[in-house]
C-alpha cells in the first residue's frame, strides 16, 4: 500500500465508531489482493459473465485509476476506486467492504472520500454500473442515500438486464 496520500476518516454504524485510514493503494499487497479476488467471485455469482464489469487486479493498475484502500489499524477494510471516463466524468469501480468491517460505515466513509476526490479532481458528474439482482440491492440504496439517481448506460456501457447505472452531478 502507497501512503503518499494516507487521510483519516470516521467510519461508524451500529453504536460503533472507528478511525479509517484511507491511502491511495499500489494494489501489491496480499490484503487488497485477497479482497478484490473475493470481490470477483462474489460478484461472479450473481451476473453472467458478459455482464459482470468488475476489474480485476491488472485492470486496476491502468494510469486512469486510482484505488483507495481503507483501514482500521493494520486491517483491510475496504476499498474503492475512482476511474476517469473524461475531464468532467468519472466512474466508481470496485467499491468492496471487508467481510470482517460490514455495517461499521465503511461503505458510506469511503464513498464520501471518493466524492471530495471527485469534487477536487475537477469531475462534475459521477456515475456507477452496479447489479439488477436482490444482492445489489443494499449498494443501490446507499448510493442513492449519497444522491446518486438511475440513469441511462453511461460510458462504454450498453442496456443490460443484468445492469443499473446511477450518476450524480457533483
Excluded at 475512482?82 to 458510506?108: F, Q, V, Y
Aim: aromatic residues 8%; proline residues 4%; negative net charge.
Amino acid at each position: 500500500m502507497s501512503s503518499n496520500t494516507d487521510q483519516s476518516a470516521t467510519a461508524g454504524a451500529t453504536g460503533s465508531r472507528l478511525e479509517l485510514r484511507i491511502a491511495v493503494d499500489d494494489l501489491s499487497g496480499p490484503e487488497i489482493a485477497a479482497l478484490l479476488t473475493e470481490h470477483l467471485t462474489e460478484l461472479g455469482a450473481q451476473s453472467p459473465a458478459e455482464s459482470m464489469h468488475a476489474l480485476d487486479l491488472d485492470a486496476l493498475r491502468r494510469p486512469e485509476i486510482t484505488l483507495w484502500s481503507g483501514w482500521d489499524s493494520d486491517t483491510l477494510a475496504g476499498c474503492a476506486a475512482l476511474k476517469r471516463l473524461d475531464a468532467e466524468h468519472a466512474e466508481i469501480k470496485s467499491m468492496r467492504t471487508a467481510a470482517t468491517h460490514k455495517r461499521r460505515g465503511i461503505a458510506s466513509t469511503l464513498l464520501r472520500h471518493l466524492l471530495a476526490e471527485a469534487t477536487a479532481r475537477g469531475y462534475r458528474r459521477l456515475s456507477l454500473e452496479t447489479g439488477t439482482q436482490d444482492y445489489f440491492v443494499p449498494a443501490q440504496k446507499l448510493y442513492a442515500a449519497h444522491g446518486f439517481e438511475f440513469c441511462e448506460p453511461f460510458g462504454d456501457y450498453k442496456l443490460d438486464p443484468y445492469s443499473h447505472y446511477m450518476t450524480r452531478t457533483l
